[in-house]
């Protein structure tokens, strides 16, 4: 009879050689693109995250975590000269690249899926294009006397299951009248005030974004772990919306009648976004279309953006049934996601599938995964299927972006290495890998000077190892 112990033996030389492997073809890999791997002093994490735009007027009103910043599409613009024409951005977020480039005189055009990320960019282009000096001057009054106040009826609180208790009473009741009294708005100053609020949610709430999840303040009632978390302060909603508002006032800067947000001078460059998953949206969009391509897709970290903006979702009137589809519409980044069926929504992608089939190390990543998940090793059985998901979708962007650049024009994608079960997973080799096989030519891999640590639970089972973060330059 084989022994417990012996059986562990088995098990941990099993997963020492499926590492191993990993490990060989990742150095072969980094082999081949050793001279391209350039670390640049000036990418600070700060740059290459919504840090630096938390003390940019317009691009701080909104905390977008998962973005990148101003400051970063303005200095790679400069590095390597992209001073016309129209960028694009398959995955628009709140549209920092959007605007970006519209400061300095490019048309851009982007893709957005989340209702949250949509509403911030169409909001930032009416302030910018249709408001008027009269509204402005109502925001002013909505500053000084703060008419929800007094408002004895009230919009009850769209929610969702997992937003339900979200704030104390007190401030749902002052919320609720608050979207009364926008309704009494013309349609842009409404709009306005209901980004005001987007942008003040979490801070009212017991919750805050952590990645995977919402994380709920003890104060809520909420079932609490071993550790019960206390977020800090929970602003009280009158302080919060009105230093909101006083923020945006204070950022529009209006010159004599005309509020001038981004356009610095006249040449400020149109903004296009459409609604919808870069799959889908993709494929119709024309060949050659773009002088430049900026973007940060979902990492392969199993954040769940569903979830994590379910409050803003929730506002925006989503419900359970449109948050599960907008779930499964996500690039596949959270164990949730089920595989989406590539052929059938572009059959031209045979090419790019053919690459990530062939890509040895993903290959073995992946079959060690699974190897993993049939032993029962894996906290979550979803994370191969997530895995695979995501760089099978990704190598069919990549094929989507190639075409729609113009011959000589410039991608730029921010993006994150990970580790699952103590396999280091390559993210920017391998899909630098994916870029050079659909035919661009991978100019650098720009490092950030610090690599950033693994999670504490990844620290605890297999040491601290540190990931690269990276801004990969691919050039057709």
């Not at 609180?157 to 104390?168: D, F, H, S």
Request: charge should be neutral.
């Amino acid at each position: 009879m084989t022994s417990l112990s012996n059986i562990s033996n088995i098990v941990h030389e099993v997963e020492s050689d499926g590492l191993g492997e990993i490990d060989d073809l990742d150095k072969q890999l980094h082999n081949r693109f050793q001279n391209k791997f350039v670390v640049q002093p000036s990418l600070t994490r700060l740059l290459v995250s919504f840090q630096a735009n938390k003390t940019r007027p317009i691009y701080r009103w909104y905390k977008y975590k998962e973005a990148f910043s101003a400051s970063l599409v303005e200095l790679l613009f400069q590095k390597y000269k992209v001073t016309r024409g129209k960028i694009f951005d398959p995955f628009a977020g709140s549209g920092t690249a959007l605007f970006a480039a519209s400061q300095v005189g490019i048309d851009a055009d982007g893709i957005e899926l989340l209702p949250i990320g949509q509403q911030i960019i169409n909001t930032k282009k009416i302030l910018d294009i249709e408001f008027t000096s009269d509204d402005f001057k109502r925001l002013k009054t909505w500053l000084q006397l703060q008419p929800w106040k007094q408002f004895d009826n009230k919009i009850e609180l769209p929610e969702l299951k997992i937003t339900k208790g979200a704030y104390p009473q007190a401030t749902k009741t002052a919320i609720e009248q608050y979207l009364e009294a926008c309704r009494q708005e013309n349609t842009r100053v409404h709009a306005v005030l209901k980004f005001a609020l987007l942008c003040v949610l979490e801070s009212v709430s017991y919750t805050r974004k952590d990645g995977q999840y919402l994380r709920w303040d003890y104060r809520s009632g909420r079932g609490q772990g071993k550790k019960p978390f206390n977020k800090g302060e929970i602003l009280e909603f009158d302080k919060a919306i009105t230093n909101k508002i006083n923020e945006i006032l204070d950022d529009l800067k209006p010159s004599t009648q005309q509020i001038e947000l981004f356009s610095t001078f006249n040449n400020q460059g149109h903004i296009y976004l459409c609604e919808g998953s870069s799959l889908e949206v993709m494929p119709q969009l024309s060949d050659g279309s773009y002088d430049a391509i900026i973007t940060s897709p979902p990492y392969c970290n199993r954040y769940d953006y569903t979830r994590t903006y379910a409050l803003e979702l929730a506002l925006l009137g989503i419900s359970e049934t449109e948050l599960i589809n907008l779930r499964q519409k996500m690039l596949s980044c959270t164990v949730e996601n089920r595989p989406k069926d590539l052929l059938a929504i572009n059959s031209d992608w045979n090419k790019a599938l053919a690459i990530a089939d062939s890509q040895n190390l993903l290959q073995a990543i992946l079959k060690f995964l699974e190897n993993q998940n049939s032993q029962g090793l894996l906290n979550n059985k979803g994370i191969p299927r997530m895995v695979k998901g995501y760089f099978y979708e990704m190598a069919c962007i990549i094929q989507e972006c190639f075409r729609v650049l113009k011959p000589g024009a410039f991608m730029f994608m921010v993006n994150d290495n990970v580790r699952y079960a103590g396999a280091s997973i390559s993210v920017d080799m391998i899909l630098s890998d994916f870029a050079e096989q659909l035919g661009f030519t991978v100019e650098n891999i720009l490092l950030l000077p610090s690599d950033k640590g693994n999670s504490s639970q990844q620290m605890g089972h297999h040491g601290r190892e540190p990931l690269r973060k990276c801004v990969y330059v691919w050039k057709k």
